[in-house]
């Protein structure tokens, strides 16, 4: 992978292109309220990344980064992104995203709706459960004692082994939770959601979650 591209510059979105770039990539970056409004940011990251249309930035992208909120899912271009690893950050908030059935009944899950969307792309649930801050400051290099893992999810065995190569040069270890139907065991309140795990805890954590009877 060269270029990283996200259709999203939120928390997330803007400290994923600062570890990009700091890594070596170089970040084609959106968002819903066009280039301009990211001149700022792109001017901290310097030479190597630049403002687009999500739509440029699906292009661009060898891996996408898809991350915004989940009420906006259908603006997310889906031709551009046919065939592409797609990084899912996306959380389910009722009280901002309004309620969606079968999230509240457990029927599926974020990623599931996300994949569904882009029915030819590869989705992997990432970096959802990592407060934004924490991805510029927790990372440390690979064999690191007490290094922070970050939980996977997905149906496409080279595209997590992708994700997982990505997330080690970011400085975290992975845990790979299984194919999307599985990535309810890292959403929001699961025991793993947030807290700072090492790979043998979080796998301790993803294992206590409990699915609500549906």
């Given at each position: ?57 699906a292009k ?36 901002r995203d ?21 029915p030819a ?94």
């Amino acid at each position: 992978m060269e270029t990283l591209g996200l259709i999203g510059a939120g928390h997330i979105g803007s400290q994923l292109a600062r570890l990009a770039v700091k890594h070596g990539y170089d970040v084609v970056i959106s968002n819903s309220r066009g280039p301009q409004t990211l001149a700022d940011l792109v001017h901290e990251l310097g030479p190597h990344a630049r403002a687009a249309t999500p739509d440029e930035a699906a292009k661009a992208g060898d891996i996408v980064v898809v991350t915004i909120p989940l009420k906006n899912l259908r603006d997310v271009p889906v031709q551009p992104l046919s065939g592409k690893i797609v990084i899912d950050t996306l959380n389910y908030y009722p009280q901002r995203d309004g309620h969606m059935a079968d999230l509240d009944n457990e029927k599926t899950t974020t990623s599931e709706l996300v994949q569904a969307h882009l029915p030819a792309s590869k989705v992997v649930k990432a970096f959802n459960h990592i407060y934004a801050a924490e991805l510029t400051t927790h990372g440390q290099p690979h064999g690191s004692p007490d290094r922070r893992a970050l939980a996977i999810a997905g149906n496409d065995a080279r595209a997590k082994m992708e994700v997982a190569a990505l997330l080690d040069q970011f400085g975290f270890d992975t845990v790979d939770v299984g194919p999307l139907s599985e990535s309810w065991r890292i959403q929001r309140d699961t025991p793993g959601y947030g807290p700072r795990r090492t790979a043998e805890a979080l796998r301790e954590d993803l294992a206590a979650a409990k699915r609500p009877p549906q």
